[in-house]
């Protein structure tokens, strides 16, 4: 069944088009990351399935409710977690997750069990002020927050940037306990490395959504031969790789460049063009999404 269906959607501000002709569906129950840069379209994309804004073009449905005319039946049905932390810093924890459950007309009780494994993490500093926690600490209250209610169908906007490494992963571990009480999770970020996390992906810029498929799908799709190479000097490396033949593409990553070859590639004769590069070494590697991402941004 078809939790969130959006089709031919668009909406702009002025002469900028953040939501391009976009469609896509995302299945009852699935973890579904739009995965991009800043100024992808992704906040506006969740604005408008959260009803915050309307379309300019195009049509939309969370759990078969349409985003124009069933605005409030899908408000009293979602939970939205945008991307910069919005609860109230001169409440305490406590008395936030109280707010947002009368809101709902539910009690903090009637939704505990759902709630518990993440809001037991940070119940010890229930009297302390939500202005007054780590990122980490606030990213767990906005979720109880969210999920106060029993949504079924679950909207984050970059829940995990600016978090540390360890917070990240937790978030994560979280979002896979919750898909298997059976709701459907749309969740954005700018991190490729979360995007495995997924059950499906879609990748997006400037609007547009460039790919849709599953993680290993996604990578399946890079088919030119790739290279790392690293040297002493990878600033001039970079420069230098770039004018030899049989590089296509070069550009860093980590800590070595990826080299996308032209069709016949000898790595032989490419070692010998780099033989006056001091330390240099080249091997092959395996493609990642954040190299079909930048391979679907330029071509």
């Known amino acids: 069944m078809t939790a969130i269906d959006i ?5 702009s501000f002025g002469k900028v088009c953040a939501v391009d002709d976009v469609s896509l569906s995302v299945e009852q129950g699935e973890l ?29 449905s969370v759990n078969g409710f349409d985003i124009v005319r069933d605005y409030l039946a899908i408000r009293q049905r979602v939970g939205y977690m945008p991307g910069r932390f919005s609860l109230y810093p001169d409440l305490t924890v406590e008395e936030n997750l109280q707010f947002f459950a009368a809101l709902f007309g539910v009690t903090v009780e009637q939704s505990y069990d759902l709630i518990a494994p993440i809001y037991r993490q940070i119940e010890p500093f229930k009297k302390r002020y939500a202005g007054k926690l780590s990122g980490g600490m606030k990213q767990k209250l906005a979720l109880s927050c969210a999920l106060i209610h029993r949504p079924s169908v679950l909207f984050l906007d970059e829940p995990t940037t600016g978090v540390d490494a360890v917070s990240r992963s937790e978030f994560w571990d979280m979002l896979s306990d919750l898909k298997t009480k059976g709701i459907t999770i749309l969740v954005s970020t700018p991190y490729m490395d979360e ?23 996604i990578v399946r799709q890079y ?20 004018t030899l033949d049989g590089c296509c593409e070069c550009y860093p990553f ?23 590069v001091e ?11 954040e190299d079909v991402f930048i391979h679907l941004m330029k071509h």
Do not use: W
């Not at 579904?32 to 939309?60: E, M, V």
């Not at 995007?195 to 799908?217: F, M, V």
């Not at 088919?223 to 770039?242: C, E, N, Q």
């Open 32 to 60: 579904f990351g739009l995965i991009g840069p800043d100024g992808a379209g992704k906040t506006t994309l969740f604005r408008l399935l959260t009803t915050l804004l309307n379309p300019d073009k195009g049509s939309a």
């Open 195 to 217: 995007a495995s996390r997924c059950d499906r992906i879609a990748l997006c810029n400037e609007g547009k959504i460039l790919s849709i498929d599953t993680p290993q799908g």
């Open 254 to 276: 980590g800590d070595v460049h990826h080299v996308v070859s032209k069709e016949g590639f000898d790595i032989h004769y490419f070692e010998k063009q780099l033989r006056g």
């Open 223 to 242: 088919a030119a031969p790739l290279f790392a190479v690293s040297a002493k000097d990878m600033y001039a490396l970079l420069g230098a790789v770039r």
């Open 7 to 11: 089709q031919r959607l668009s909406k």
């Open 279 to 289: 330390e240099c070494h080249i091997e092959q590697t395996m493609p990642t999404i």
